[in-house]
T-cell receptor, first 114, second 112 residues
């Protein structure tokens, strides 16, 4: 069972470079999320999507962009990487609406910006 | 705005001892409450959830949590911890919208 798959697992970027973190899920979930996790800070919501073609900002969207052209894929784009974007990024999905269902997480993508 | 406070950053307990991890939330209506666990290098996994009914909820791996509205708390408990319970634990709160707010986590260390 693949579940939520994130790539790459690790990446080092130079300041000003751009990259895309890929996220795909095979559970036919409508709801997908991107979080970042920093030590002692818990998880902060970057962007989320309630279905193909619909995205919305979370708590910390600055410096990021997303798209949702299909149900399965929810890539996160970093433009002009900055050291403050050094973090572990998690993609998650959920099938049920209204927060009653379980979030399924990927294994994370560790990004370092130097 | 919804928020979650986990006052204990790090807890150490002996294997076989009981465990209680604290969680306090702020939410304007009846909340949906969750506990997730994260093992090193892994994503988060759901332990248990509450959104209605019995205020004592049972989860996986022998964990339980009790919703106390009067104290705005949702503490996680386990009667006897195992070495494999060493991990980071996150409390989360949500409502009828699509967003879930996580606490800052409590790291659990188990000593033999």
């Amino acid at each position: 069972n693949a579940g939520v798959t994130q790539t790459p697992k690790f990446r080092i970027l130079k300041i000003g470079q751009s990259m895309t973190l890929q996220c795909t899920q095979d559970m036919n979930h409508n709801y997908m999320y991107w979080y970042r996790q920093d030590p002692g800070m818990g998880l902060k919501l970057i962007y989320y999507s309630v279905g193909a073609g619909i995205t919305d900002k979370g708590e910390v969207p600055n410096g990021y962009n997303v798209s949702r052209s299909t149900t399965e894929d929810f890539p996160l784009r970093l433009e002009l990487a900055a050291p403050s974007q050094t973090s572990v990024y998690f993609c998650a999905s959920r099938g049920e609406r209204g927060n009653t269902g379980e979030l399924f997480f990927g294994e994370g993508s560790r990004l370092t910006v130097l | 705005a919804q928020s979650v406070t986990q006052p204990d950053i790090h807890i150490t307990v002996s294997e076989g001892a009981s465990l209680e991890l604290r969680c306090n939330y702020s939410y304007g209506a009846t909340p949906y409450l969750f506990w997730y666990v994260q093992s090193p290098g892994q994503g988060l996994q759901l332990l248990l959830k509450y959104f209605s009914g019995d205020t004592l909820v049972q989860g996986i791996k022998g964990f339980e949590a009790e919703f106390k509205r009067s104290q705005s708390s949702f503490n996680l408990r386990k009667p006897s911890v195992h070495w494999s319970d060493a991990a980071e634990y996150f409390c989360a709160v949500g409502g009828g919208n699509e967003k879930l707010t996580f606490g800052t986590g409590t790291r659990l260390t188990i000593i033999p």
